[in-house]
């Protein structure tokens, strides 16, 4: 694996040092796993897309009842 050296400022050092899940885990494992959990947070085109959609829903007063939603559902609120 080729390495690098990167600068990072102390505090970010121990912030680092805190979310290792063992203590031999390496930097590189610790950033790694932080830039993946980012990925899986972030929002597709299509997420955002339906997310503005059903906005403009509600704004249009477009909006159900929990009581319709439960009988689309078949679902029982009792």
């Known amino acids: 694996m080729q ?3 990167i600068q990072i400022n102390k505090s970010t050092l ?3 040092k805190q ?3 063992y203590e ?5 494992e610790v950033i790694t796993t932080l830039a993946e959990e980012a990925e899986e947070e972030t929002l597709t085109k299509e ?3 339906d ?3 059903a906005l ?3 704004k249009r007063g477009e909006l159900f009842s929990i009581e319709e939603v ?3 559902l078949n679902i029982s609120l009792n």
Request: no cysteine; charged share 55%.
């Open 14 to 16: 121990e912030k680092l």
């Open 19 to 21: 979310l290792k899940k």
């Open 47 to 49: 997420e955002i897309e």
């Open 56 to 58: 403009e829903q509600v």
């Open 51 to 53: 997310l503005q959609e």
């Open 70 to 72: 439960a009988k689309e």
């Open 24 to 28: 031999r885990e390496s930097y590189d």
């Open 3 to 5: 390495k690098t050296t």
